[in-house]
DNA sequence: TTGTAGGCGTTATCAG
DNA sequence: CTGATAACGCCTACAA
């Protein structure tokens, strides 16, 4: 943990010379150079990462804010993202917030320390505001459908499109009496799935159910009383919790009733490779996010997510 | 995102007198104070956190690692800490790592700036080396048994007695033949809680079964030739899968077979709360976190794992 | 009460 | 080929 003056001063060299030695710069000699080369390894020299930013007054750390209770699934998105930033020399920080003030100090934080860009989630239900001046000094993105924030990049796919994408799908695997499963949240992402839904099934003339995660029971009630052969749920945890509450009271998954996620992050698939689902784009979406820091503006929009065979949903 | 310098200038003031407004130190008039601090408002003024940390030689960010596939209940528990590294005036930012070199790399990345600190969760199946001078320039933990580092801080619960307790709480219900289900890994902790399992089988003159995630006809194979009445599962995630594998050919959970996981983790618990688990004493473990930071060495050990009843364990 | 100087570790530029 | 100097933004110490 020595400096590159300390360095010099060990090689008898002025810190410009060592400089020279640790980037392969012209105007040194092959034997100067091997030698401080030598030296620093022996004394296990690194750069501070710090004082260089400092200086070109731009840091290689992309923020990522979470909230903890979303961690499951952004995790993995964060991941993808996270592999590919490090390609373009960037590292991405993530740091989990509790309050929507929590979250705004947290980008107050990496804005003041010249931050290469933020990446949020941001708290679902309750809206937060950044400052004009942060937007303009650094690339803001949101993983969510976040409308209200002027010069805020949102990357997602069409979340309208997913909803009605995954109730075709069921709808052309014979299924009329389908149920979107959800949580209670003003969520744009999950009320946006809700409306591709009820698009699908008014197109087709069909009977629209909805309900929120709920106790075994009413989930039961509902599908007895509207003969529901179909169960759209909002993401693969949901999916599974509902798989789950059916199997408790000896429903089977799919020859009693299929069961539709959205997702396929690879954590949940490792978890449990059953569920037919909807795959989210995270490759995708980790391109569009870098090419938005590449300041290439993306050239087309987000792929949709696309249906997933697996064993939770069956033709009728 | 103007400097202290640009501040200075634009209140007509020195950076010295500045910086007495910004801190509230002594040797300044209260119009000074006012007029600078009313200018720095308005021009949304940040100190850079950065310029800072390299005065100090010491920054407040702690660096915490892991691998992208464990990320889902070390989340919970990184959160957990990163509230109270917070209330210590320190940030925690995840990387999430795919190789081991990967993680050694960011390892030396955040050792370079200076850190206050560094949070593993290093690779299972393959050990990590960490240099000696790093070990020495600041705090590193992990969190989990990470034999053979010398210097290297591990803060988490006795596993062996994680196992123990757990199967000692179902033979105390009843249970005589018990299954221990975890995974194919040399991951100590895994490999200690299974320690701690046949320990307490051998203590009570019980034969051990022992099988790692499979698919579902191995685990109803399994059961049947033991006449199984309670399955121990490494941790909640993998006690779903199997109470879903269960369910799945019509046996009920707790009613035919008991199933016990481990962690009773925030982010399990609001997607699944029916799995009767050993609470992970993650405030505990951040307690001891911070311990270390703040240079205290903690006077007692971890908080066991704790028995929590919920709906999955019955006794018989 | 206020201004000035120096240093943290790096890099870019200019002079030798 | 190599050395000296300034700059990034902040803070402490000392001088006025």
Partial sequence: MISSLELARLCHVSQGTVDRALHNRAGIS??????????????????????????????IIVGGLVHNLNSV??????HTISQQLIAMGLRLHVCSYDTPQTCEQLVGDFAARKSAGLILVPPIDQPISISAPILKSLPVISLIHSPGIEGLHCVHPDEVQTGFD????????????????DYPSYSPAILQRAQGYEQAMRKHCLHTVHMVKSDTQTL????????????????????LEAIRQLNSQGIK????MSVLGVDDSPT???????????????DDIAKHVCAIFKDKPPKRGIKPCTWVNRQSVRSI
């Fill in 73 to 78: 699934f952004f995790m993995d998105l964060f």
């Fill in 166 to 181: 995954a109730t075709v799908g069921l709808i052309e695997r014979g299924h009329r009496q389908i149920l979107m499963l």
């Fill in 220 to 239: 039961l009630d509902t599908i007895k009383s509207n003969n529901i052969t179909a169960v759209f749920c909002h993401n693969d945890w949901l999916a």
């Fill in 30 to 59: 092959a034997r100067t150079r091997e030698r401080i080369l030598r030296v620093a390894t022996e004394h296990g020299y690194q750069a501070n990462p710090m004082a260089t930013e400092m200086m070109q007054g731009k840091s």
């Fill in 253 to 256: 998954v799919p020859d009693d």
């Fill in 268 to 282: 949940f698939t490792s978890l449990c490779d059953q569920v037919t689902t909807m795959h989210y784009p995270a």
